[in-house]
């Protein structure tokens, strides 16, 4: 057990010097696979794996990684938890202000790491480990969740369509007057589309709130200028959202703002 410790210590001692060249720990028949983020995916063999490090990696300028624990879990598996920073190539994003904690599974047989399970979150990963309770101990702050709306207003500003879906749930429904989108990739195809409408534009989040027990209101105004178009279109609207785990799990958009107060103050009342 303590070899196979070693041996995921000494990849991570590469990666957190932001050196990703070496596979050579790696079984030529690797399964590499990322379980959830944007772009959750299956890979065999070396240049599988390099091929969507490379991907990964091209998102990013100065992708660096510290590592939290490591955790032996039996004679196979070794359970690394990482710290992400970096800054998105396309809209700036600094993921210093808001560090990102991951997870990787490596399986090991014969010195060589047969099997690696990359998570962008930690929880799922402890979650599908069924340790959980873990989980929840290992929780030293409440997310804030204003903050974490906020955020989302910024990457859709910055056009980061990832960065902002990954403050959803892969499980999110988004709800609004003319259609029901459900799960992060349906969320996300649609956003790019809305977006791509656009020539220019711009979201100002009027006002959000914290009405506790997991659910905010918020009211927005989306502007823009249609591809091709000289002039400009507005609109407001109220959005309540329910979270689970610092993660959008629904939300609702109401063109009527005083409905979507009124639903969104009964939603924290009955989840109390």
Do not use: C
């Not at 992708?63 to 920073?85: F, I, K």
């Not at 429904?173 to 956003?191: K, N, S």
């Amino acid at each position: 057990m303590s070899e196979n410790l070693d041996l995921v210590r000494s990849i991570y001692a590469d990666w957190e010097r932001g050196d990703y060249r070496s596979a050579e720990w790696a079984d030529a028949d690797i399964e590499f696979v990322i379980a959830d983020g944007t772009d959750p995916g299956s890979w065999t063999g070396i240049a599988g794996m390099t091929g969507a490090w490379r991907e990964v990696l091209s998102v990013w300028d100065d992708l660096r990684v510290e590592v939290d624990d490591y955790r032996p879990l039996d004679g196979e598996r070794v359970l690394a938890l990482p710290t992400w920073t970096g800054r998105a190539r396309t809209s700036g994003l600094d993921l210093t202000e808001m560090p990102w904690t991951g997870a990787s599974l490596f399986h090991i047989r014969d010195g060589k790491v047969v099997k690696l399970i990359l998570y962008w979150d930690s929880d799922r990963a402890l979650a599908d480990l069924g340790l959980e309770e873990q989980a929840v101990a290992e929780k030293s702050t409440t997310p804030d969740l204003v903050e974490r709306s906020q955020r989302l207003v910024d990457a859709m500003n910055a056009g980061d369509i990832d960065a902002a879906m990954n403050l959803y749930a892969s499980d999110v429904v988004v709800e609004g007057a003319m259609q029901t989108l459900e799960g992060r990739g349906a969320v996300r195809g649609w956003t790019r589309d809305w977006r791509d409408a656009f020539d220019e534009f711009e979201l100002t989040a009027e006002e959000v709130r914290d009405l506790g027990n997991s659910v905010t209101f918020g009211v927005s105004i989306s502007r823009g200028r249609p591809r091709g178009g000289a002039g400009w279109v507005q609109f407001r609207y109220g959005v309540v959202n329910t979270w689970v785990d610092g993660l959008v799990r629904r939300s609702t958009f109401y063109l009527d703002i005083d409905e979507a107060r009124a639903a969104a103050e009964r939603l924290a009342q009955e989840r109390g």
